[in-house]
């Protein structure tokens, strides 16, 4: 698998762009943003992260999604990371499955 292949499923097409507090820009592509918007997805904005504590914290407001986007984020970067060094083990379907697997 060519460099450039592998760097282009990470880093090509991301051009929707979701606002967050900790990580600002977190860029999703069309798949990642058709995954993003379903229902099942969505419904994890309703589990609260942290319980009862937003009621002590006002502030500390964490919902399951937005764990999962941090996540993802967090994966994404580390694949950037990643193609630096060795990528004999790595493949595009690979890296979008891993970036999937932290979204969900």
Not at 64 to 88: A, F
């Amino acid at each position: 698998m060519t460099k450039t292949k592998l760097i282009s499923a990470v880093n090509e097409d991301f051009d929707h762009i979701i606002k967050d507090p900790l990580w600002n820009d977190i860029k999703l592509d069309d798949g990642f943003k058709n995954l993003f918007l379903e229902p099942a997805v969505q419904k994890l904005d309703r589990i609260r992260q942290n319980g009862p504590a937003c009621h002590v914290y006002p502030g500390a407001v964490h919902t399951r999604l937005s764990h999962s986007l941090g996540v993802y984020h967090t994966g994404r970067l580390i694949m950037q990371s990643l193609l630096n060094y060795d990528t004999s083990m790595l493949s595009p379907e690979g890296i979008r499955s891993f970036l999937a697997a932290c979204l969900l």
